[in-house]
């Protein structure tokens, strides 16, 4: 193989790969709870600010949650201790991809 052949082949396994974890992380696959903890996590240090209010407005147009229903989660989730890295964790792992589908989605 050329050089510019494993290039291209690289790449196209990397887009690949990119697309099928992409597609696993679906707003529309996750539970209206996993959803609410992902705007309360998306206030994490490490978070990207944006997603906060992505989720918020997901929930809103496609779930039908009220602004008053996120903001009761909101004081449950800061009125009980949770360990920082711990929520950058989950951030990390259950929301940061949906976010960013979200993002390029439009909300």
Known sequence: MTRFAKTAFLTVVVATFSTVVHAEKKP??????????????SNARNAVPEHR???KHYLMSEREY??????????EFKATDHDESEVEQTYK??????GEYLYRIGY
């Open 53 to 55: 209010a992505i989720f």
């Open 66 to 75: 009220s602004f008053n229903q996120l903001s009761s989660a909101e004081l």
């Open 93 to 98: 792992k259950q929301c940061q991809a949906v």
């Open 28 to 41: 529309e696959q996750m539970s209206n709870e996993t959803l609410l903890e992902c705007v309360n996590v």
